[in-house]
């Protein structure tokens, strides 16, 4: 006998807030960008509910009247789920769940739920979970909420308090053992990536569904998974990619959104660090969109805030097939003249994408021919462990090496040297 079981979806209220700061056209961008995390996270949105407020109400966001009508229309339309576009105080959601009788959701609570669910590594589930403690921890006297329907009287009060005290210590060691054990995968990385020095290192940045691993998986065949969906990837994937006569580390990293909460960007630290050790960033926009350019100043507002905002920076307009007509490329074009337009889908600029990225990296190499008196062996491993050899010959007592070496490790190389490096 097979019994068919069905899953239902949650009925979700989405609520955001607009004013003079965010105008509503931008508020119910918002929610619309609000409503595909809760399709990703498994949702379906019924309806969009915006307050004309400037502040959020400190008790309960919305005013008190928007309060009753949500209320109402929680009722009539039976939904499960009110999520809110800003994050909410521990008081405001308290307040509001009381309220509404049913569950309720902040912006950063439903983004930490998706990366939850799109964690595979044991890297990702770490970082994530680390998140999630730390976002939970503040609000756990919600958590307890089956306590405050027990009748008033004696043994009520304090049990409650003790169970709450209780995970609160149990919260903070397990935030401790996390961060320990993300200290030491960030030493693994660190260990890893030490043989990769010696060739430019690329990584794919962007807002998140901007095709960056479909564009990976279109230069160098990654096997990236890759959906039409937020936050696809958590998990930063890097491969060796040949161009020409050179070797570059490509790597693909999480894709970026406006408000990503802090404790997720904390935790994220080591993956991000595949674009902060970068030598130039290949920051891919859905040139579809028509919040392209508020998404390029997202990208770049998040690189400010994880200190990578001053690296090279090579701009990709992907998705240039999706484009409605040639106006909206002329105006791209206009806007964005050093820009590269490609569809990683169609493959249309990818050659010419090859190209400057090869000229990019090649820049910022040199060759070398030295000779190097082989006592200095410290100087030779270190031409070998940062530099691509192209030969090497040993005559009496010298080393004769041909080497291509990015510029930031010469300046090492020629003070390991000394005066031998002068003499050549």
Excluded at 222 to 239: N, P
Aim: charged fraction near 30%; hydrophobic fraction near 40%; aromatic fraction near 6%.
């Amino acid at each position: 006998m097979i019994e068919h079981i069905t899953i239902t979806k949650e009925r979700a209220l989405l609520v955001g807030l607009y004013g003079q700061t965010t105008p509503r056209t931008k508020a119910e961008e918002y929610l619309e960008e609000l409503a595909l995390l809760t399709d990703t996270a498994g949702g379906t949105v019924l309806f969009k509910v915006i307050q004309n407020r400037e502040k959020p109400h400190i008790g309960t966001y919305v005013g008190k009247g928007k309060l009753e009508e949500l209320k109402a229309l929680i009722k009539a339309e039976s939904i499960d789920i009110v999520i809110f576009d800003d994050d909410l105080s521990p008081t405001q959601t308290r307040n509001i769940e009381r309220e509404t009788e049913i569950k309720v959701l902040d912006r950063s609570g439903l983004i930490l739920d998706i990366f939850a669910s799109r964690a595979k590594s044991s890297t990702a589930k770490t970082q994530v979970e680390l998140a999630q403690l730390q976002y939970v921890l503040p609000r756990l006297t919600r958590m307890w909420t089956h306590l405050s329907r027990q009748k008033g009287g004696i043994g009520t009060k304090g049990p409650g308090e003790t169970q709450i005290e209780t995970d609160r210590r149990i919260i903070k060691m397990r935030i401790a053992m996390l961060r320990e054990k993300l200290e030491k995968l960030d030493k693994q990385r660190a260990t890893q990536r030490q043989g990769r020095e010696k060739y430019p290192r690329v990584a794919l940045v962007g807002y998140t569904n901007a095709g960056k691993s479909s564009l990976m998986n279109t230069l160098v065949d990654a096997g990236v998974f890759a959906e039409d969906r937020l936050f696809a990837t958590l998990d930063s994937t890097m491969r060796r990619m040949e161009i020409g006569n050179n070797t570059i580390l490509l790597s693909d990293t999480v894709g970026f959104i406006r408000k990503l909460p802090h404790n997720l960007v904390e935790s994220f630290k080591s993956t991000l660090d595949e674009i902060r050790e970068a030598d130039l960033l290949l920051h891919v926009v859905d040139a579809a969109s028509p919040y392209a350019n508020e998404y390029i100043q997202v990208v770049h507002q998040t690189l400010k805030e994880i200190g990578a905002e001053d690296k090279p920076e090579m701009l990709i307009l992907n998705k240039v097939d999706l484009l409605q007509d040639d106006s909206e490329f002329n105006a791209l074009k206009a806007d964005h003249p050093d820009a590269i337009f490609v569809s990683a889908h169609r493959g249309i600029g990818i050659e010419q994408l090859k190209d400057t990225l090869l000229e990019k990296t090649s820049s910022d190499h040199e060759i070398h021919d030295l000779k190097i008196p082989v006592t200095n062996f410290k100087a030779i491993a270190y031409i070998h462990e940062n530099a691509e050899v192209e030969k090497l010959d040993y005559v009496e007592e010298f080393a004769q090496v041909r080497f291509e070496m990015h510029k930031k490790y010469v300046g090492k190389l020629k003070s390991m040297l000394g005066h031998e490096y002068a003499n050549n």
